[in-house]
């Protein structure tokens, strides 16, 4: 993290392309600036203005547009609290708790860019007394960690919430939101893994990954590591215009995910947050798109094309358009 590429600089050289040659903004930079861990810019082709993996974390003109429809808080989740900062109950026997505002990696479709974290923030034992409460209701049988990005805690902080879980008399799930593995594969560590192992809590991660070159090695490693240590692995994307809209990519991200154990779970359609419309996807071309990698890979490989209303008791799934015979 202290190492990550900050500047458009740092990150010029790091991909191979002169710096004028960089299609960055300064202006997109203000408020979401640029951050990119080393191992993930490796993993962008050098020379390549438009690979997939630069185009999900370079501030671009395209952000500065005002597009109608696209606002702040796409999902009006500031709306949604329930007296307590950072817990979310959008969905029935589920809590999600907003656990750090912090981030490995600066998303620029993010629907949290803008989100204010600040006001939700908790101290870890405020976040444990939150835990206890929600331990106590009877109604819920998950909790949920997301971010920003949960495995930025520290691993006591892990611990300490797998722990509290763990003893609980009830049967709890506890699922990670996270992306870390995928961009620092180096986070997950024998203390986290061994956490996850030695509680016997019932735990699911679910990864963030968009594209097939997103995967490599020391990913693979990683998730194999959370595998050995009893967690069950998932992972979600966004679609988004130029990285993986393309039934190809979908069909070759199933199958580097797979390959390391992990299940394609959902693709989400873009939150319209400001400044992520130049990523959008429309709805028709999206069920295409999904309508063409069924065709390309068995039921397990496809993920779930998923749209998220604000104030909806779920996520609404959109069916494919399977290609004419
Ligand atoms: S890692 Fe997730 S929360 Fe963080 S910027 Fe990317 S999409 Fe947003």
Same mark, same amino acid.
């Given at each position: 993290?202290?190492?990550?590429?900050?500047?458009?600089?740092?990150?010029?050289? &790091? =991909?191979?392309?002169?710096?004028? +040659?960089?299609?960055?903004?300064?202006?997109?930079?203000?408020?979401?600036?640029?951050?990119?861990?080393?191992?993930?810019? &490796?993993?962008?082709?050098?020379? $390549?203005?438009?690979?997939?993996?630069?185009?999900? *974390?370079?501030?671009?003109?395209?952000?500065?547009?005002?597009?109608?429809?696209?606002?702040?808080?796409?999902?009006?989740?500031?709306?949604?609290?329930?007296?307590?900062?950072?817990?979310?109950?959008?969905?029935?026997?589920?809590?999600?708790?907003?656990?750090?505002?912090?981030?490995?990696?600066?998303?620029r479709?993010?629907?949290?860019?803008?989100?204010?974290?600040? +006001?939700?923030?908790?101290?870890?034992?405020?976040r444990?007394?939150?835990?206890?409460?929600?331990?106590? +209701?009877?109604?819920? !049988?998950?909790?949920?960690?997301?971010?920003?990005?949960?495995?930025?805690?520290?691993?006591?902080?892990?611990?300490?919430? &797998?722990?509290? *879980?763990?003893?609980?008399?009830?049967d709890?799930?506890?699922?990670?939101?996270?992306?870390?593995?995928?961009?620092?594969? +180096?986070?997950?560590?024998?203390?986290?893994?061994?956490?996850?192992?030695?509680?016997?809590?019932?735990?699911?991660?679910?990864?963030?990954?968009?594209?097939?070159?997103?995967i490599?090695?020391?990913?693979?490693?990683?998730?194999?590591?959370?595998?050995?240590?009893?967690?069950?692995?998932?992972?979600?994307?966004v679609?988004?215009?130029? =990285? $993986?809209?393309?039934?190809?990519?979908?069909?070759?991200?199933?199958?580097?995910?797979?390959?390391?154990g992990?299940?394609?779970?959902?693709?989400?359609?873009?939150?319209?947050v400001?400044?992520?419309?130049?990523?959008?996807?429309?709805?028709?071309?999206?069920?295409?798109?999904? !309508?063409?990698?069924?065709?390309?890979?068995?039921?397990?490989? *496809?993920?779930?094309?998923?749209?998220?209303?604000?104030?909806? &008791?779920?996520?609404r799934?959109?069916?494919?358009?399977?290609?004419? =015979?």
């Amino acid at each position: 993290m202290q190492r990550a590429i900050r500047t458009p600089a740092g990150l010029a050289a &790091a =991909v191979g392309i002169a710096l004028e +040659d960089l299609p960055y903004s300064q202006i997109a930079d203000q408020g979401f600036p640029l951050l990119v861990p080393h191992a993930f810019a &490796a993993r962008i082709e050098r020379g $390549n203005v438009a690979d997939p993996l630069l185009r999900q *974390i370079l501030a671009a003109q395209d952000e500065t547009l005002t597009v109608a429809g696209y606002s702040n808080d796409p999902l009006a989740e500031t709306s949604l609290y329930a007296g307590t900062p950072g817990l979310l109950q959008k969905y029935h026997g589920r809590a999600l708790l907003v656990v750090t505002g912090q981030c490995a990696i600066n998303c620029r479709y993010c629907f949290r860019r803008d989100y204010p974290y600040s +006001d939700n923030a908790q101290s870890s034992t405020e976040r444990l007394a939150t835990i206890d409460q929600l331990l106590d +209701d009877s109604s819920i !049988g998950e909790i949920i960690l997301s971010g920003g990005d949960p495995l930025l805690l520290l691993d006591e902080q892990i611990t300490a919430i &797998a722990q509290r *879980i763990a003893r609980h008399e009830r049967d709890i799930t506890l699922r990670i939101h996270t992306r870390l593995p995928i961009v620092i594969p +180096d986070r997950v560590t024998t203390a986290l893994t061994r956490t996850l192992s030695q509680t016997g809590l019932r735990s699911v991660m679910v990864l963030h990954s968009n594209h097939p070159n997103e995967i490599d090695q020391a990913t693979a490693k990683a998730i194999q590591s959370l595998r050995d240590a009893g967690v069950t692995m998932l992972n979600q994307s966004v679609l988004l215009a130029g =990285v $993986n809209d393309n039934p190809d990519v979908l069909a070759a991200l199933s199958d580097r995910l797979f390959a390391a154990g992990v299940l394609p779970y959902y693709i989400h359609m873009l939150d319209k947050v400001a400044g992520s419309s130049h990523f959008e996807v429309c709805e028709d071309s999206a069920r295409r798109i999904m !309508g063409e990698l069924s065709a390309l890979r068995p039921g397990y490989l *496809i993920p779930k094309l998923a749209v998220e209303r604000p104030g909806a &008791a779920s996520k609404r799934q959109l069916e494919p358009i399977y290609p004419s =015979v």
